[in-house]
């Protein structure tokens, strides 16, 4: 995540981040690095040193070879440096194993060691110091009771979670009738927004990634608790699009003129969601297979942060749009995965428990996942530099079915659409309970 020589150059400012992050049990991993790099630097200046003596004895054995024919004792002299080519030959072949240990061990370390996080963000050990910003829309709570999400979806027989949980066990789900038609509704004006309003590119990814961007796009403690493998094959279920449209361009060198890169892409998403807050029984709240909107962002660095602020802003105006009062909230420092330097949550409003809950995360991760995944910018002087990478929810369906419909609901039961998801429900004004 960042660049070694960056840790070399800067070990008190690298160690201070750690414990802004508490995560002391990393602290000694810098002098461990720090100290690797200085071998693996060493066992290759050695290394280039003996490959350029191997040179130069070379061709005094080409130039002795030569006069032997002249004077026998020139051939017995060049057999001796031949002895000393072959003692250097053996040399290289163990520095060589020695440069491959210690850059794997130093990579090792390396994907370890978090990013350094933006001065700006705020320092708490976990999400329970997280920090409200700003909030937009009124929070209301009607006179009547709002039922659990789940209860709302089977007035309308929107939902079947006992047949999923035949299928496929806990944390899947079927969507029926005109839930199923308001979970597509959502997702399609969440498209056309990104589209028509705000000029980003509509991507389609694949839904299956190698564990190389695996590795690119996340943590290794993110892999572990989000992702399915595939079986015997070097592929992985994307968690979010997120992933594979990073991923689309590892390896690549980019023209700046290019940039800014805009892109909203549309995915399935598949979690094992393993850790603290498990699988629901009975509710779609964390579900192991959910389907997003996400909008990503591939820019110059000093331009990632102005990104960063449109692309949060955009959630809050989709949700206004959708008339959801929501709020911002500024992720710590503890809460943050390693590789972002600044993240904050949208929350919307829940009526029925009185309280706001994630729907959209927006991230800006530096340059980690250009580094990486080898993400360059050739610039107008012809040099290149690592990209910014930045993603955001738009929509993330059914959850964001749960501040919908809790925030839609009337006191007979039916539930209201708001004029701008109506082209998207056939016409239709308010969906009506079948019980």
């Known amino acids: 995540m960042l660049d070694i020589r960056f840790v070399r150059e800067n070990p008190d400012a690298v160690k201070e981040n750690i414990k802004k992050k508490f995560q002391d049990a990393k602290l000694p991993l810098v002098d461990e690095v720090i100290g690797l790099d200085a071998e693996y630097r060493a066992a290759i200046k050695e290394g280039d040193d003996l490959r350029a003596n191997r040179n130069k004895l070379s061709k005094q054995i080409g130039m002795l070879m030569g006069q032997a024919k002249k004077d026998p004792s020139k051939a017995a002299e060049a057999e001796e440096i031949k002895k000393q080519v072959t003692a250097q030959a053996d040399r290289l072949k163990e520095l060589e194993e020695t440069e491959a240990k210690l850059a794997a061990r130093i990579q090792e370390i390396m994907y370890t060691i978090p990013n350094m996080i933006d001065p700006s963000v705020p320092i708490g050990p976990d999400d329970s110091h997280n920090v409200e910003v700003q909030r937009f829309g009124e929070p209301v709570v009607p006179d009547f009771e709002i039922p659990y999400h789940v209860d709302i979806m089977e007035s309308f027989g929107g939902i079947d979670m006992d047949a999923a949980g035949r299928v496929a066990g806990n944390g899947f789900y079927y969507l029926v009738g005109d839930i199923a038609r308001l979970h597509e509704a959502v997702l399609a004006y969440a498209r056309d927004f990104m589209i028509d309003e705000k000029g980003f590119t509509y991507v389609i990814p694949p839904?299956?990634?190698?564990?190389?961007?695996?590795?690119?796009?996340?943590?290794?403690?993110?892999?572990?608790?989000?992702?399915?493998?595939?079986?015997?094959?070097?592929?992985?279920?994307?968690?979010?699009?997120?992933?594979?449209?990073?991923?689309?361009?590892?390896?690549?060198?980019?023209?700046?003129?290019?940039?800014?890169?805009?892109?909203?892409?549309?995915?399935?998403?598949?979690?094992?969601?393993?850790?603290?807050?498990?699988?629901?029984?009975?509710?779609?709240?964390?579900?192991?297979?959910?389907?997003?909107?996400?909008?990503?962002?591939?820019?110059?660095?000093?331009?990632?942060?102005?990104?960063?602020?449109?692309?949060?802003?955009?959630?809050?105006?989709?949700?206004?749009?959708?008339?959801?009062?929501?709020?911002?909230?500024?992720?710590?420092?503890?809460?943050?995965?390693?590789?972002?330097?600044?993240?904050?949550?949208?929350?919307?409003?829940?009526?029925?428990?009185?309280?706001?809950?994630?729907?959209?995360?927006?991230?800006?991760?530096?340059?980690?996942?250009?580094?990486?995944?080898?993400?360059?910018?050739?610039?107008?002087?012809?040099?290149?530099?690592?990209?910014?990478?930045?993603?955001?929810?738009?929509?993330?369906?059914?959850?964001?079915?749960?501040?919908?419909?809790?925030?839609?609901?009337?006191?007979?039961?039916?539930?209201?659409?708001?004029?701008?998801?109506r082209p998207y429900m056939g016409g239709k004004e308010k969906l009506v309970p079948k019980k």
């Open 207 to 421: 839904f299956m990634m190698h564990g190389d961007v695996v590795k690119g796009v996340m943590s290794f403690p993110e892999m572990e608790a989000m992702m399915y493998k595939i079986e015997g094959e070097d592929l992985y279920l994307i968690g979010t699009s997120e992933h594979t449209m990073i991923g689309r361009f590892i390896d690549q060198t980019l023209p700046e003129a290019q940039l800014p890169l805009t892109l909203t892409s549309y995915s399935p998403c598949f979690r094992k969601e393993k850790g603290a807050h498990g699988i629901e029984e009975r509710g779609i709240y964390r579900i192991h297979q959910f389907e997003k909107q996400e909008m990503i962002v591939v820019c110059k660095p000093e331009d990632s942060m102005a990104w960063y602020e449109k692309l949060w802003q955009n959630s809050v105006e989709l949700f206004r749009n959708l008339e959801i009062p929501v709020r911002q909230l500024e992720c710590c420092s503890g809460d943050l995965a390693d590789l972002k330097v600044k993240s904050c949550d949208i929350e919307a409003w829940s009526p029925r428990q009185q309280k706001y809950f994630e729907v959209c995360s927006c991230s800006n991760l530096g340059d980690a996942q250009a580094r990486r995944l080898r993400i360059r910018v050739k610039g107008a002087d012809g040099k290149s530099y690592l990209a910014h990478t930045l993603n955001n929810t738009c929509v993330a369906p059914p959850r964001m079915l749960i501040a919908f419909l809790e925030n839609h609901l009337q006191a007979d039961g039916t539930v209201t659409i708001p004029e701008v998801l």
